[in-house]
Every structure is written in structure tokens, then in C-alpha cells.
Nanobody
Framework: QVQLVESGGGLVQAGGSLRLSCTAS????????MGWYRQAPGKQRELVAA???????TYLDSVKGRFTISRDNAKNTVYLQMNSLKPEDTAVYYC???????????????WGQGTQVTVSS
């Protein structure tokens, strides 16, 4: 069974740091783009950062210069290093990944279960 498992969320004071991890496990032929989204209460889910299999990245404007996305292709893992956290970063963070399960199959989008990040002022 293919799944994405996240870890690293928690409670931190404003100005602090957290590092999120997300690992894709199971029978996977290839991992394409991976990303992090977040959803705060009463708000729509938004893209925080994404990284291609070649390492190209994109970021939400409000996190540029504070967050860094990276990946370890050998481990099928994507990371989100979050520095200088602000109360408005409080949300449930979800990872996703485009996965090809077999050599002749297409890519499918998978989501993690989400991890809570709370930043206190």
C-alpha cells in the first residue's frame, strides 16, 4: 500500500523553527514533483512550496526567504525547513507527491494525512 507519512509538526514560539518531513513508502516506480500545502481554520488549502524531481522549486510569496523545500530522491522524502515562524503560519500542513507506481502507469497524486503546526505569539 502506497502512503505518504509526515512528521515534524508541533508547537513553537514566533521566531522559532520547525522541520517537516514526508516519506513516500510502498511499491513506487518513480516520484515526480513533491510539495507542501497548508490549511488554516476557515481558509482554503494553499500551496506553500513545491519541488520537481530535478530540484526546481516554487514558494508562496509570504514564505519566501523563511522556508526551504528540499528532497532526498534515494529516500523518496521531501522536507520543509521553516524558519522565522509567524503566528499566521499556523495551519495543518499536508505533503503531496506525484507517483508512478509501475513502469507503464501514469502519475497519480497522493496526499499525506497532515501535521499540525502551531506558532504562538
Amino acid at each position: 500500500q502506497v502512503q505518504l507519512v509526515e512528521s515534524g509538526g508541533g508547537l513553537v514560539q514566533a521566531g522559532g523553527s520547525l522541520r517537516l518531513s514526508c516519506t513516500a513508502s510502498g511499491s513506487i516506480f518513480k516520484v515526480n514533483a513533491m510539495g507542501w500545502y497548508r490549511q488554516a481554520p476557515g481558509k482554503q488549502r494553499e500551496l506553500v512550496a513545491a519541488i520537481s524531481d530535478g530540484g526546481d522549486t516554487t514558494y508562496l510569496d509570504s514564505v519566501k526567504g523563511r522556508f526551504t523545500i528540499s528532497r532526498d530522491n534515494a529516500k523518496n522524502t521531501v522536507y520543509l525547513q521553516m524558519n522565522s515562524l509567524k503566528p499566521e503560519d499556523t495551519a495543518v500542513y499536508y505533503c503531496n507527491a506525484n507517483l508512478r507506481l509501475r513502469i507503464l502507469s501514469g502519475y497519480q497524486l497522493y496526499w499525506g494525512q497532515g501535521t499540525q503546526v502551531t506558532v504562538s505569539s
